[in-house]
């Protein structure tokens, strides 16, 4: 799975399965523009790309802020000269429900970011997608597909399901340009997703996890990222409109 020369832009890319993604295409000898707000952790993925010979841009931009992700794909333009992979990954979780009076709050946050931002972004890529027939690979959930178990969580799964549709009217808007657009979905993953959005999560829950799965294992950054590179690569070149699970067979139980 050659990436070699190709750009790639992973948002998200600070922590968990965005991290672990960047560095797998810098393997693979692409060039990664990394986007997420925090710069200290941004600055030591970048270190680890340019140790694997390859060119890092960070860009530390707030995607619910209209005007930094205004600004991700020229700069990566500017810097890189061209785009062949756009990965939609940063995402977050608030709380609220129906019966706890944050749903609009809750809802408004979690649009922004895992939704808004989304069509933003690929709005902004398309024209520099088709002049390289690239691709993007939207990460949504599980949840995307069923109703959270958390009810609390409830506007988390509904942007999910929302970006799943913007997945497969994006797909058949630009296939006649060539440019193909798929979403991978995950089941849990071990790493810091709960406790960076201070979800109020019992410990007991946290840590029996894969009781969740039918494998009773819990997935890792980079078994997602695996998925990720397949479908940004040529050998998925008849994929477009996709939704890849990856959850250990969570939707089974
Ligand atoms: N972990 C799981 O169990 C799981 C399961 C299914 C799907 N997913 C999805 O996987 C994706 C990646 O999450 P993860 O599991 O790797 O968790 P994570 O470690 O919390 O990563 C989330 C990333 O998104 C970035 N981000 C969040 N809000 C942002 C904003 N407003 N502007 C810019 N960047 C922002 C974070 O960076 P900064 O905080 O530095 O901005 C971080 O790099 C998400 O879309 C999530 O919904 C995760």
């Given at each position: 799975m050659s990436f070699n020369n190709k750009v790639v832009i992973v948002t998200g890319a600070s922590s968990g399965i965005g991290a672990a993604t960047s560095l797998m295409f810098a393997k693979e000898g692409a060039d990664v523009a990394i986007v997420a707000r925090t710069q200290a952790k941004l600055a030591a993925v970048a270190k680890n790309i340019q140790a694997l010979g390859r060119r890092a841009l960070v860009i530390q931009a707030d995607l619910s802020k209209e005007a930094d992700t205004a600004t991700i794909i020229s700069k990566t333009i500017q810097h890189f000269g061209k785009l062949d992979v756009l990965v939609n990954n940063a995402g977050m979780a608030s709380q609220g429900c129906l019966l706890d009076g944050k749903a609009l709050q809750a809802y408004?946050?979690?649009?922004?970011?895992?939704?808004?931002?989304?069509?933003?972004?690929?709005?902004?890529?398309?024209?520099?997608?088709?002049?390289?027939?690239?691709?993007?690979?939207?990460?949504?959930?599980?949840?995307?597909?069923?109703?959270?178990?958390?009810?609390?969580?409830?506007?988390?799964?509904?942007?999910?399901?929302?970006?799943?549709?913007?997945?497969?009217?994006?797909?058949?808007?630009?296939?006649?340009?060539?440019?193909?657009?798929?979403?991978?979905?995950?089941?849990?993953?071990?790493?810091?997703?709960?406790?960076?959005?201070?979800?109020?999560?019992?410990?007991?829950?946290?840590?029996?996890?894969?009781?969740?799965?039918?494998?009773?294992?819990?997935?890792?950054?980079?078994?997602?990222?695996?998925?990720?590179?397949?479908?940004?690569?040529?050998?998925?070149?008849?994929?477009?409109?996709?939704?890849?699970?990856?959850?250990?067979?969570?939707?089974?139980?």
């Open positions: 408004d946050e979690v649009m922004k970011t895992n939704v808004r931002a989304v069509v933003q972004l690929t709005s902004l890529a398309a024209p520099y997608l088709i002049q390289t027939k690239g691709n993007v690979v939207n990460i949504s959930s599980v949840a995307g597909l069923i109703p959270s178990k958390m009810t609390t969580l409830m506007f988390y799964a509904v942007s999910k399901v929302a970006l799943g549709h913007f997945t497969r009217c994006a797909a058949l808007e630009l296939a006649p340009s060539g440019v193909r657009v798929n979403s991978v979905n995950p089941g849990p993953v071990e790493n810091q997703f709960l406790t960076n959005n201070k979800l109020n999560v019992s410990d007991e829950l946290k840590s029996n996890l894969s009781d969740y799965t039918a494998l009773g294992y819990i997935a890792k950054d980079d078994e997602i990222g695996r998925v990720i590179l397949f479908l940004a690569s040529d050998k998925a070149r008849s994929i477009t409109g996709s939704t890849y699970v990856i959850d250990n067979g969570c939707l089974l139980k």
